[in-house]
């Protein structure tokens, strides 16, 4: 299984990329939202990425953070949730939006992506909320990636560099003390979504404050 391609950007079309791996090319596709954080042509680039197979095809899907890319396999574990509705939903709303529409209930978000109706919205929402917790408490990125199986590439030529975003581990992090504390790990997600989307930069402590605020008994 191919986990993680690093290599040089050679060109992009609407929804997919090809990446040179010394000589031998990958056709790789990718969301509109990643896309456009991608170097130039040329450039160093690092993804990591999903490899879906078919009786007559083989696709590889790539992903700037292991939040994404598990997102993706979530996704498309649920009835109604190809592989295009799956990238439609994390080029809409991001990982981190697609954290929070599901630790919250919000199908309404999640039908703002392109094929996805309400229904199948609702769907996704039902069947995955148990599994937000633990995705939201995943990290990393290319760079902080270990065990997935790689395909090295030479060094980036001088002055080039690969970009792979940083991701916020206050989300993690704020998670994990909410869980320390005895929080359900349903409950604190939902308090950490909603904390997070209402400040999307707080950091940890800010994050558990204003969690805590919406797990405090009413009344």
């Known amino acids: 299984m191919i986990g993680k391609i690093s290599g040089r950007l050679e060109y992009r079309a609407e929804d997919h990329v090809l990446i040179d791996v010394r000589g031998v090319g990958y056709l790789v596709y990718i969301s509109n939202r990643v896309m456009a954080g991608l170097p130039a042509n040329g450039e160093a680039v690092a993804l990591y990425t999903d490899l879906l197979v078919r009786e007559d095809n083989l696709q590889l899907f790539g992903f700037t953070t292991l939040v994404e890319k598990e997102w ?48 199948t919205a609702q769907r996704v929402t039902i069947e995955l909320k148990d599994k937000a917790p633990g995705v939201m408490a995943m990290g990393g990125t290319i760079a902080d990636a270990t065990g997935d199986a790689v395909i090295e590439t030479e060094a980036p030529a001088q002055g080039s560099v690969a970009r ?19 929080y359900a790990p349903g409950e604190a997600a939902s308090a950490v979504a909603e904390a997070a989307g209402a400040t999307p930069e707080a950091d940890t402590s800010a994050l558990i404050r204003a969690a805590l605020k919406l797990l405090a008994p009413k009344g």
């Open 164 to 182: 792979t975003p940083k991701s916020n581990p206050a989300q993690a992090e704020a998670l994990s003390a909410l869980g320390n504390l005895g």
């Open 72 to 119: 993706h396999r979530l996704l498309m574990s649920v009835q109604g949730i190809g592989a295009k509705a799956s990238m439609a939903i994390l080029g809409t709303l991001g990982p981190d939006g697609v954290s929070r529409a599901i630790a919250l209930g919000d199908w309404n978000a999640l039908a703002k992506a392109k094929g996805v109706g309400p229904k």
